[in-house]
C-alpha cells in the first residue's frame, strides 16, 4: 500500500509540474487561439484524469480502512482539482473560444482581447493552486521519507543498543579490556558517532518541513519537532558517545535506549495518523513475529543438553587420528568386497551343480516315459518276452529317478549350509573391521567431546542469552506502543518481559549447561503462554473492534467512560467507608466531620454520572445513581454532625454496583446490535454485484432476441446465457438462506428472485430469450426489493444505535442530479413511446381499412383462397397494431403480403369496381409494413436507450454503498422500484413492445418523482423522522388524489 502511494506521488508529481510547464505563456500567446484553447483543453482532461488517479487512491484507503491525515490531504487536493476541472478550466476554455470566434468577425476585436485578458488571469490563478497543490504532495512525500529514514535510525540504535548490552553484561572489565572488547567498543564508538551526525541532519531537514507546511492543518512535522526537544534526542544520543568512549558502557546503554525509543515514537508521529484498529493489527503483527522468535530460542534451549549437539565428521579430528580412521575404513571395504566377491562365486557354483541335477533327473524322467510308451506297444502286441523285459527296465530307471531326487535334496541341503556358513565367516570378518573402526571413531570423539563439544555449547548458550535478551527489550517496546490503545494487552505482554530476562540471566550464568538449561526453560515457556495470553486478547479485541466498526467511536467511548467513571466512585466511597470506620473504631469525631467534604465530592461526582446516564437515556442506570445519590446526602449529613454512617454507605456502594452492571449490559447490547448491523451490511455488500451482473445479464438477453429480417438465435450464445443465470440464480439462492436468519423479508424477495432466475435460465437453454426476458425484469427488480429491505433495516438499526442520519449535503445534491438525469431520460422516452404510440394509432386505422378493403374483396371473390388468407391476416395485423405489438403485426403483414401475391387480379368488365385489386391491396400492404418497421426501428426501440441511460444515472447511488448511506431510506427504496422498472421498459422497448414498454416507464417516472421529493426533503433539513406526521396528513391524500388523477389524464391524453 505504500508501495503505490509513493508511485502515485511521484505520478502526481510529474503531472502537477507538466500542467505548471504547459500553462507557462505570455499574456498574449504568440499561438493561434485555437491553439491555445486546444492546448486549455488538453491540461482540463489532464487534471480530470489526475483526479480520477486520485479517486483510486481514496478508494483503495477505504478499502483497506486507512485514515489519517494522508487521506484527509488526498481529499483536500482532489476537491480542489475538480474545481479547477469543472469550473475554473472550463471557464478558461470557453473564453479562449469566445475570442477565436470574435477575431473571425474581427480581428482587432476589442471584445476578443478583453477575453484574452481574462483568460490569462484565470490561467495565473489555476497555477498558483497548482503550486499549492505541488508543495502540499511534495511535503507528505518529504514526511512519508522522513518516517522511513528515522525509523531506520531507530533500527541501528537499537543494533547498538544490543552490542552493549551484550558486551556490559559479560566479563568485561574497563580498566583491562581485551583485544576483542577493544574493536567491539570501537566499532559501537564509530556507529554511535555516524548515528549522531545523522541523527542532527534529519532534525535540521525536520525544521525545514515544518517551516514549510506552518500554517498547514498537518502538524506531523511540529510535533515530531517538538517531540525530539522534550526527549532531549540530540542530547542522550551525544551523551551515549562519551559513555562508550569512556568504557562506561551500562550508563551508555541507557542513553541509547531512550535515544532508540525516541525515534522510534518520532517515526510513529511522522507516520500518517493511524486508527485504534489499524495500530491493534500492527502490533498483532509484531506480537506473533516475537512469539515466534521466543519460541525458536525455547527449541534451542531444549537441545543445549543434548549430547549429539552437533553431527561429528572426521575432519574434526586429528591429523594421525584421522589416518587411522581412513586405514579402518578401507579395511571394513575390502571386507565387504571380499564377502560380495566370494558370495557370488558360491552362488555361482551352486546354480550350476542344481542345473546338472535338474539335467539328470530330467533325462530319467524322459526314459521312463519311453519306457512307458515301449510296454504299451508291446502289450498290445501281446509279446510277453518284451514286456517282461520293458517292465524290468521301466523299475530300474524308477530306482535311477529316486537315487536322483534324494540326491538332489541331499546336496542342495549341503549347498544352502555352505553358502551359509560361508556367508557367516565373511561378515564375520566385516563386523570386526566394523567394531575396530566404530572403536576407533568412538574413542575420537569421545577426546573430541571433551575438548570441543563445552566450548561450542557454551558459546550456544551465550548467543541464546544474547537473542533472549534483544527479545525482552523488543516486546518491552511493543508494550509501551500498546499502553494507550489497549492497557489490559499491554500490561499482559509486559509480564513475559522479566521472564525473558531471566531466563536470559539463567543461560549465561557460570554453570553447567544442563543446569542452565534447567532454569532457562521454564521461564521461555512461560513467558510464552504470557505471550499467547495477549495474543489471543487482542486478536479478540480486534474482532470486537471490527464488529463495531459501524457505531460511532463517541457512543461506544462515552459509555465506557460512564462506566470507567462509576467504577471509580464506587472505589472512592469504597475508601471512605473504610476511613470513617477507621475513625469511628478510634472515636475520632474530628476526622469523621472532615469527611464530610470528601463525602459531598463524591456526591456531585455522581451527580455528574447521573446527568450523563439520563443524557445516554440509560434509565435504570440513572434511577440507580440518583439512589445513590440520596444514600451519600443522608451519609454526608450523618459525618457532618460526627457520626459514622455505614449502612448509607453501603447502600451507596451497592447502588453504584447496580448502575454499573446496567451501564455494562447496555454496552453487550450495543456491541450486539453492531454485529447485527455489521451482518447486514455484509449481506447487502454480497447483494449489489448479483444485481450488477443480473442487470447485465438482462441487457445481454434482450439483445440476443433476433429481430425482424435476423436469423434465429444462436444456440451456443442462448446456452451461455443460460449458465450464466443459472449461476447467479445458485448465488441468489445461497444469499437468500443466508438473509433468512437476519431480514425475514430480503429473503422472501431473495428467493422469489431466486425462482424467477430458475424459470429464465430453463427458458434460455430451451432457446426462448423472449420468455426469458420478462422473469429476469421481475428477478432484477425482486433483487433492487430486497436490496431496500436491507438498507431499510441496517438505516433503523443504525438509528438506533446512535448513528445520525448521513444526510451529507454533497451526496444529496450528487443524488437530486442523478435523479434529475433519469428523470430527463425516462421523460425523453416517454415521449418517443407516446409518439410510436400515435403513429401505431395511425398505422392502425390505415391497417384496419386496408383490413376491410381486403375483407370485402374476398367475400366477392370466394373461389379465390388467397385472398381470403390475406384477408385475415391484414385484420389480425391492424389489431395488432392497436395492441401496440409491432412485431406481431409485422409478421402478418408479411403472411398478407405472401397471399396477396399468390391472389388473381379481377377480370371482366365491371368487376373490381370500387373495390381495388390485390396488387393494389398488396402495393398498401408494403407500404404500411415499411412504416411500421421504421416505427419499431426508430420508435419503440429507439426509447430502449435513454431508459438505460436513467438506469445508469441512478446505478452508481443504487448499488455504492457510501452513497446509500447518505440518502433517506424511503429514497433508496424508490430509487430500487425505479430501477426495476426501468429495467422492465428497457426490455420492453428492445423488444419493439410499446404499450408495456410505456406502462413501466410511467411507473419508473413515479418512483423516481418520489425520490427526487424525499431527497428534496432531506436537503430542507425534513428527514423522515421530522416529517413523519406531515407524511401522514398530507401524503396520503395528495398522493392518491394528485398521483391518480394526474398519472392517468396525461396517460390518456398522451395516448391519444
Request: cysteine-free.
Amino acid at each position: 500500500m505504500l508501495m503505490k502511494l509513493q508511485s502515485i506521488h511521484q505520478l502526481f508529481v510529474a503531472l502537477i509540474l507538466s500542467l505548471l510547464l504547459t500553462n507557462s505563456f505570455g499574456a498574449f500567446p504568440q499561438n493561434s487561439l485555437l491553439n491555445q484553447e486546444r492546448k486549455q483543453q488538453r491540461i482540463k482532461d489532464s487534471t480530470e484524469r489526475t483526479g480520477e488517479q486520485l479517486d483510486s487512491l481514496i478508494d483503495e484507503f477505504n478499502r483497506n480502512g486507512l485514515a489519517g491525515s494522508d487521506l484527509e490531504v488526498i481529499k483536500a487536493i482532489r476537491t480542489v482539482l475538480g474545481n479547477l476541472s469543472k469550473e475554473q478550466m472550463k471557464e478558461i476554455v470557453g473564453l479562449l473560444n469566445g475570442a477565436r470566434e470574435d477575431t473571425l468577425q474581427d480581428i482587432n476585436s476589442p471584445a476578443a482581447s478583453a477575453k484574452i485578458l481574462t483568460a490569462f488571469a484565470g490561467q495565473k490563478g489555476v497555477i498558483v493552486q497548482l503550486r499549492r497543490i505541488l508543495l502540499e504532495y511534495q511535503s507528505q512525500v518529504a514526511l512519508f521519507d522522513l518516517a522511513r529514514f528515522v525509523k531506520e535510525l531507530g533500527d541501528r540504535q537499537t543494533s547498538n543498543l544490543h552490542e552493549a548490552i551484550t558486551l556490559s553484561s559479560s566479563n568485561f572489565v574497563p580498566g583491562s579490556p581485551t583485544r576483542s572488547e577493544e574493536i567491539s567498543i570501537q566499532l559501537q564508538y564509530t556507529e554511535q558517532e555516524a548515528l549522531a551526525g545523522e541523527v542532527s541532519s534529519i532534525l535540521k531537514r525536520l525544521s525545514q518541513i515544518a517551516e514549510m507546511t506552518k500554517g498547514s492543518p498537518d502538524q506531523r512535522p511540529n510535533k515530531a519537532q517538538q517531540h525530539a526537544s522534550d526527549s532531549r534526542l540530540s542530547e542522550n544520543i551525544l551523551k551515549a558517545i562519551d559513555e562508550i568512549k569512556g568504557k562506561r558502557l551500562m550508563s551508555a546503554v541507557s542513553f541509547e535506549k531512550t535515544s532508540r525509543d525516541s525515534l522510534w515514537k518520532m517515526a510513529k508521529i511522522l507516520e500518517a495518523e493511524k486508527g485504534e484498529l489499524e495500530q491493534m493489527v500492527e502490533a498483532l503483527e509484531k506480537l506473533e513475529n516475537i512469539i515466534d522468535k521466543e519460541t525458536e530460542i525455547r527449541k534451542s534451549t531444549e537441545k543445549l543438553s543434548e549430547k549429539n549437539q552437533e553431527k561429528l565428521e572426521k575432519e574434526k579430528f586429528p591429523e594421525h587420528i584421522r589416518r587411522r580412521i581412513d586405514q579402518l575404513e578401507k579395511a571394513v571395504k575390502f571386507r565387504e568386497f571380499e564377502r560380495g566377491e566370494r558370495m557370488e562365486e558360491l552362488e555361482e557354483m551352486e546354480k550350476i551343480e542344481q542345473n546338472a541335477l535338474d539335467s539328470q533327473e530330467k533325462i530319467f524322467e524322459n526314459e521312463i516315459e519311453k519306457k512307458k510308451s515301449q510296454l504299451t506297444d508291446a502289450k498290445e502286441t501281446n509279446n510277453d518276452a518284451l514286456i517282461k523285459n520293458l517292465e524290468n527296465q521301466l523299475k530300474q530307471r524308477e530306482r535311477q529317478l529316486e537315487r536322483a531326487e534324494q540326491n538332489k535334496e541331499r546336496r542342495t541341503k549341503q549347498l544352502a549350509a555352505e553358502l551359509e556358513r560361508e556367508n557367516k565367516v565373511l561378515n564375520s570378518r566385516v563386523e570386526q573391521a566394523t567394531k575396530r573402526l566404530e572403536q576407533a571413531f568412538d574413542q575420537a570423539s569421545k577426546q573430541y567431546v571433551e575438548n570441543r563439544l563445552r566450548t561450542e555449547a557454551e558459546n550456544k548458550s551465550l548467543e541464546l542469552a544474547k537473542k533472549q535478551g534483544e527479545l525482552a527489550d523488543l516486546t518491552d517496546f511493543l508494550a509501551d506502543e500498546l499502553s494507550e490503545v489497549a492497557p489490559s494487552i499491554s500490561e499482559a505482554i509486559k509480564k513475559s518481559t522479566p521472564e525473558m530476562q531471566a531466563a536470559r540471566d539463567a543461560l549465561k550464568e557460570n554453570s553447567s549447561i544442563d543446569e542452565r538449561r534447567e532454569k532457562a526453560l521454564p521461564r521461555e515457556v512461560t513467558a510464552l503462554e504470557n505471550l499467547d495470553e495477549a495474543r489471543n486478547a487482542l486478536i479478540d479485541k480486534i474482532s470486537e473492534s471490527e464488529a463495531i466498526a459501524e457505531v460511532p467511536s463517541e457512543k461506544i467511548q462515552e459509555l465506557e467512560d460512564l462506566l470507567a467513571e462509576v467504577k471509580e466512585i464506587r472505589k472512592e466511597e469504597e475508601e471512605l467507608k473504610s476511613i470513617t470506620k477507621e475513625a469511628a473504631d478510634n472515636t475520632n469525631i474530628e476526622k469523621i466531620q472532615e469527611k464530610s467534604a470528601d463525602q459531598a465530592e463524591i456526591e456531585g461526582k455522581t451527580a455528574e454520572a447521573t446527568s450523563t446516564a439520563s443524557e445516554q437515556e440509560l434509565t435504570e442506570a440513572a434511577a440507580s445513581l440518583a439512589e445513590a445519590m440520596a444514600a451519600m446526602a443522608e451519609a454526608g449529613a450523618d459525618l457532618a454532625a460526627g457520626e459514622n454512617s455505614p449502612d448509607a454507605q453501603q447502600n451507596a456502594i451497592n447502588k453504584l454496583a447496580d448502575a454499573e452492571e446496567a451501564i455494562s449490559e447496555e454496552i453487550e447490547k450495543l456491541k450486539d446490535a453492531a454485529q447485527e448491523l455489521a451482518n447486514l451490511n455484509d449481506l447487502i455488500e454480497k447483494l449489489e454485484p448479483i444485481i450488477e451482473e443480473q442487470k447485465d445479464l438482462n441487457e445481454s438477453t434482450a439483445e440476443s432476441i433476433p429481430q425482424d429480417g435476423e436469423d434465429k438465435i444462436n444456440t451456443e450464445d442462448s446456452n451461455q446465457l443460460a449458465d450464466a443465470q443459472k449461476d447467479l440464480q445458485e448465488q441468489t439462492n445461497e444469499l437468500a438462506k443466508d438473509a433468512s436468519s437476519t431480514s425475514e423479508k430480503a429473503s422472501n424477495e431473495l428467493s422469489e428472485a431466486s425462482d424467477k432466475q430458475s424459470t429464465a435460465s430453463d427458458d434460455l437453454a430451451s432457446g426462448e430469450p423472449a420468455s426469458a426476458a420478462p422473469d429476469q425484469s421481475a428477478a432484477l427488480n425482486d433483487l433492487n426489493e430486497a436490496k431496500a429491505a436491507l438498507e431499510k433495516q441496517a438505516s433503523e438499526l443504525a438509528e438506533a444505535l446512535g448513528q445520525e442520519s448521513i444526510n451529507d449535503p454533497s451526496a444529496l445534491s450528487e443524488a437530486a442530479a442523478a435523479i434529475a438525469e433519469a428523470q430527463a431520460s425516462v421523460s425523453e422516452a416517454q415521449e418517443q413511446l407516446a409518439a410510436a404510440e400515435s403513429a401505431a394509432n395511425e398505422l392502425a386505422e390505415r391497417q384496419k381499412i386496408l383490413a376491410e378493403a381486403v375483407g370485402e374483396a374476398s367475400t366477392n371473390s370466394p373461389v379465390d383462397p388467397a385472398l381470403a388468407q390475406s384477408a385475415i391476416a391484414t385484420e389480425i395485423a391492424a389489431k395488432e397494431l392497436s395492441f401496440g405489438d409491432l412485431k406481431g403485426a409485422l409478421e402478418q403483414m408479411e403472411n398478407a403480403q405472401n397471399a396477396l401475391s399468390e391472389a388473381q387480379d379481377p377480370s371482366g368488365e365491371g368487376q373490381g369496381e370500387g373495390q381495388g385489386t390485390p396488387s393494389e391491396f398488396q402495393d398498401e400492404q408494403r407500404a404500411i409494413q415499411e412504416l411500421t418497421e421504421q416505427l419499431a426501428n426508430a420508435g419503440v426501440s429507439a426509447a430502449s436507450a435513454p431508459l438505460g441511460q436513467a438506469s445508469d444515472a441512478i446505478s452508481p447511488i443504487t448499488n455504492n454503498a457510501q452513497s446509500s448511506n447518505a440518502l433517506p431510506p424511503s429514497a433508496l427504496s424508490a430509487l430500487s422500484q425505479a430501477q426495476g422498472a426501468l429495467g422492465e421498459a428497457q426490455n420492453s422497448a428492445s423488444s419493439g413492445q410499446g404499450s408495456p414498454a410505456q406502462g413501466s416507464s410511467e411507473q419508473a417516472a413515479a418512483s423516481l418523482s418520489e425520490a427526487a421529493a424525499a431527497v428534496a426533503l432531506a436537503q430542507a433539513g425534513l428527514g423522515e423522522g421530522q416529517g413523519e406526521g406531515q407524511g401522514e396528513g398530507q401524503g396520503e391524500g395528495q398522493g392518491e388524489g394528485q398521483g391518480e388523477g394526474q398519472g392517468e389524464g396525461q396517460g390518456e391524453g398522451q395516448g391519444e
